[in-house]
């Protein structure tokens, strides 16, 4: 059975940071990249950064410069460190999992930044 254990999330001031933390377990098949999504109350889900298996990433424009994601020491684990963090970054966290036949979802876990 596939899970994505998410961990990191909580409340921060403006100007902070916070470390994401996901751990996946039982995927069988071979993972293209692994993820993180955001979606904020009202809006669309929308990609925040990606890790490829070749280690080259991709990060939305809005965190830029702010946003550093990297794999794990463990299989299968991808971390997100977020910097600088503004009140606009509030929203819940899900990670991602691309495989060639879909993709696989966290639970999500909340960041809430404050003003």
């Known amino acids: 059975q596939v899970q994505l254990v998410e961990s990191g999330g909580g409340l921060v001031q403006a100007g902070g940071s916070l470390s994401l933390s996901c751990a996946a377990s039982?995927?069988?098949?071979?993972?293209?990249?692994m993820g993180w999504y955001r979606q904020a109350p009202g809006k669309q889900r929308e990609l925040v950064a990606k890790?490829?298996?070749?280690?080259?990433?991709m990060y939305a424009d809005s965190v830029k410069g702010r946003f550093t994601i990297s794999r794990g020491s463990a299989k299968n684990t991808v971390n997100l460190l977020m910097n600088s963090l503004k009140p606009e970054d509030t929203a819940v966290y899900y990670c991602?999992?691309?495989?060639?036949?879909?993709?696989?979802w966290g639970q999500g876990t909340q960041v809430t930044v404050s003003s």
């Open positions: 991602d999992v691309d495989c060639p036949i879909g993709d696989y």
């Open positions: 039982g995927i069988i098949y071979s993972i293209d990249a």
């Open positions: 890790i490829f298996t070749d280690g080259s990433t």
